[in-house]
């Protein structure tokens, strides 16, 4: 393999700098987290064969002038602030290097794709993509292209892949300069960003979210299920689906996922994390920014609707949804936080959808399934349970693959290799013609222990588990107040704990708010409902905390400079350690440079995603550690 040099960027190259849009945010912030804590994967993968006669110059050729039409190409990121830089076109060597193999067929390009997406990509020093061109007999065949997703999303990618061989074939019409993010980042009005945030939250306030793990699979989970179904015949289903009701395919199968929910559930209303792309202008069309947008869709169900109107309100819900998401994801991140601590609970979407099919290595096809059939490649891995169902759906080569993760505590084994079986099902019987009404009634059972809230629904033995694991608490029962519901007001789930002398129930309240989501096997989606009053003692919240240890001082100093002037660590006072930190107005996109102050401080034992949930800054505190002893160059330790 023959690997190009390297060289880290001049900042003479610079031609012009600017603040990522929102939707950068929200990948600047997930770049922040160690890579194996990550939810996402990172770098975007995939390929594009070599049309003859194309040589390996073409190639090279083509890609530069990609480079040149495409600033995103050659864009770099701040390391701690949200600001990006656009280069010069030479301003570095193209990142491409060739692999020889012997055949360029389907399983080499599986595994090459995936050891390229493996790559680590430094968005902060280097162009934030990779190539490599597979050579069979010293002549190019593919090239596969890896890209951040900070700089470019899963559509720029297949718009990058789709010039490229354009290029090759010798119809690659001049194009005009594509449209960077900086020249779009201005026309984002903050007054309008304020009004959609407000709208988005008041929409979210009431709906439940919880829908699948009370139908869900083994009690605890065993590990998380993997599973990619691909069918030729959907392919066609689902094409004749949309001709039918106007709509693209991706909508469609989100709209066969959300009647699926509704029919094994009995859930109408529910939110689902949906990616979102907004290229119907123009001149958007072929850029390879980041356009794409993980929204929540608030769905909303009539029982005994037609599927039509399932793709209406589908349709209707993820424009919504994009239009209300686009402005500030990461103060809509914070702001949902701070209302979900008030209320008292942890709200998690149940379902996460994506319209871009990731490279999977860890897929391994059947041995005895026809080619031209639906195929299924499915393992289960002993780690931790997935705490949502991931569906992401490709259109490839003429065939629907929707590829599955879930946890065996919402979905079993057998629960999740049905359920792309079951859509593509569905599709077979829309495309003969059905109207397919939502279902009144579930079609399946909720599993033991669990007990539907307003808010969604409860596992009742987990949320005792996480109280009897409070110091302090020798006893504790969980069950739903009678007396709220016979007098007329939504029920609410009441913990009665015999404890110690010195544990309050607002102890009791915060241990859940900072535990509950980190109890390994806890069955998502992760939430419950406690009086925000201290567990239905009637007792008011509990009064601001000032830091106290050391850890506590450096971390409250770190949260009062993120939010305002660099501090020390005596700048304390407006800072309470009961709250989280979106409840100070830390956003994900302070993170970065809070996590920096903490190590100035001398502080560290904590990473960025631990910083965005809901827990307490007395909690997070605890997780500090001291920075090791540095040691000079004489060999002495500094004391």
Same mark, same amino acid.
């Given at each position: 393999m023959n690997h190009l040099p390297e060289p880290a960027p001049s900042p003479t190259t610079v031609l012009r700098s600017g603040p990522l849009t929102w939707v950068q945010q929200w990948h600047w912030f997930e770049h922040t987290i160690p890579a194996p804590r990550r939810v996402n994967p990172t770098p975007l993968a995939d390929h594009c064969h070599v049309p003859p006669p194309a040589t390996l110059p073409d190639v090279l050729a083509a890609l530069a002038s990609l480079t040149a039409r495409h600033e995103a190409l050659r864009t770099t990121v701040d390391p701690l602030r949200p600001i990006q830089h656009v280069h010069r076109a030479d301003w570095a060597p193209l990142p491409v290097d060739c692999m020889d193999v012997p055949d360029v067929d389907a399983s080499t390009l599986e595994a090459a794709t995936a050891a390229l997406a493996a790559r680590p990509i430094d968005p902060e020093q280097q162009p934030p993509w990779l190539a490599r061109v597979l050579l069979e007999g010293g002549k190019p065949r593919a090239v596969l292209l890896a890209a951040h997703h900070l700089v470019i999303d899963g559509w720029g990618l297949a718009v990058l892949l789709d010039q490229l061989h354009r290029h090759l074939l010798g119809n690659d019409a001049p194009l005009e300069a594509s449209l960077h993010l900086l020249d779009t980042v201005a026309t984002q009005p903050l007054e309008r960003a304020r009004a959609a945030e407000q709208e988005w939250l008041m929409r979210l306030a009431g709906n439940p979210t919880g829908v699948l793990a009370p139908f869900g699979g083994t009690h605890g989970g065993e590990g998380r299920h993997r599973l990619q179904h691909r069918s030729v015949d959907a392919y066609d289903d689902l094409v004749h689906v949309a001709r039918r009701y106007r709509a693209s395919p991706e909508v469609v199968v989100l709209a066969a996922l959300a009647h699926d929910v509704a029919a094994r559930t009995g859930e109408h209303r529910f939110l689902a994390s949906v990616v979102v792309s907004n290229r119907a202008r123009a001149d958007l069309r072929h850029s390879i920014g980041v356009r794409a947008l993980t929204v929540p869709v608030q769905i909303d169900l009539r029982p005994g609707a037609a599927f039509g109107e399932v793709v209406a309100s589908v349709t209707a819900a993820s424009a919504a949804a994009y239009r209300h998401g686009q402005w500030r994801p990461a103060e809509l991140v914070a702001a949902q936080a701070r209302m979900d601590r008030r209320r008292g609970i942890v709200t998690v979407p149940t379902i996460e959808y994506n319209c871009y099919s990731w490279p999977r290595d860890y897929l391994v096809p059947a041995c005895d399934t026809p080619p031209d059939g639906a195929t299924t490649w499915i393992t289960s891995a002993p780690d931790e349970p997935c705490e949502t169902l991931y569906v992401d759906l490709g259109l490839d080569t003429g065939a629907v693959v929707l590829d599955v993760t879930v946890g065996d505590h919402l979905l079993g084994a057998e629960a999740a290799t049905a359920l792309p079986v079951r859509l593509c099902g569905l599709l077979r019987a829309l495309a003969d013609g059905a109207e397919c009404p939502v279902p009144q009634r579930p079609s399946a059972p909720p599993a033991a222990g669990w007990w539907r809230a307003p808010q969604g629904w409860v596992c009742l033995p987990e949320v005792e588990e996480v109280l009897r694991g409070h110091p302090g608490v020798l006893d504790v029962t969980v069950a739903p107040d009678g007396d709220a519901a016979r007098e007329g007001h939504d029920p609410q789930l009441v913990a009665r704990a015999r404890t110690t002398p010195h544990v309050t129930p607002?102890?009791?309240?915060?241990?859940?708010?900072?535990?509950? &989501?980190?109890?390994? &096997?806890?069955? !998502?989606?992760?939430?419950?409902?406690? +009086?925000?009053? &201290?567990?239905? +003692? &009637?007792?008011?919240? !509990?009064? +601001?905390?000032?830091? !106290?240890?050391?850890?506590?001082?450096?971390? !409250?100093?770190?949260?009062a400079a993120a939010v305002g002037p660099v501090g020390s660590p005596n700048s304390t006072d407006p800072v309470d350690m009961n709250r989280c930190l979106a409840e100070h107005g830390v956003t994900l996109v302070a993170v970065p440079r809070l996590l920096a102050l903490l190590h100035q401080f001398g502080f560290t034992g904590i990473a960025s995603d631990e910083l965005a949930g809901t827990a307490s800054l007395g909690h997070l505190a605890l997780a500090l550690e001291p920075l090791p002893p540095r040691a000079h160059p004489g060999g002495e330790t500094s004391p």
């Open positions: 607002d102890d009791l309240h915060r241990h859940v708010l900072d535990h509950l &989501g980190e109890v390994p &096997g806890i069955l !998502a989606p992760e939430r419950y409902v406690l +009086s925000p009053a &201290g567990l239905a +003692s &009637g007792r008011p919240p !509990a009064t +601001s905390r000032p830091p !106290a240890t050391g850890p506590e001082r450096a971390l !409250a100093a770190a949260v």
